[in-house]
């Protein structure tokens, strides 16, 4: 089982920046992804980045050159570096692992953008 926490949402002005943080904890396995999506109201979780225990990673193209994901060495996490933050960037962030056994989501953060 695994479980994740997240951490770093908040309330940041257009064109301000944000970390959003990921641990996961468990029996984490040596090959997985781990990703962020977000959901924002009435609409569906879409991908936001998501980066595979071997560094590869793959970004939605609206948040391309704003936004960074990264791991640390323990592949136990995963970091969302928001720059450039527009008001459309408003959301709830969910952190994401998959590996072989299946998927976990994270319990959401929300993210508000606004002046």
């Known amino acids: 089982q695994v479980q994740l926490v997240e951490s770093g949402g908040g309330l940041v002005q257009p064109g301000g920046s944000l970390r959003l943080s990921c641990v996961a904890s468990?029996?984490?396995?040596?090959?997985?992804?781990m990703g962020w999506y977000r959901q924002a109201p009435g609409k569906e979780r879409t991908l936001v980045a998501a980066i595979m225990n071997g560094g590869r990673t793959n970004y939605a193209e609206s948040v391309k050159g704003r936004f960074t994901i990264s791991r640390d060495n323990d592949n136990k996490s995963a970091n969302l570096q928001m720059n450039s933050l527009k008001s459309e960037d408003t959301a709830v962030y969910y952190c994401?692992?998959?590996?072989?056994?299946?998927?976990?989501w994270g319990q959401g953060t929300q993210v508000t953008v606004s002046s």
């Open positions: 994401n692992y998959i590996d072989t056994a299946g998927h976990v």
């Open positions: 468990g029996s984490i396995s040596s090959v997985n992804i």
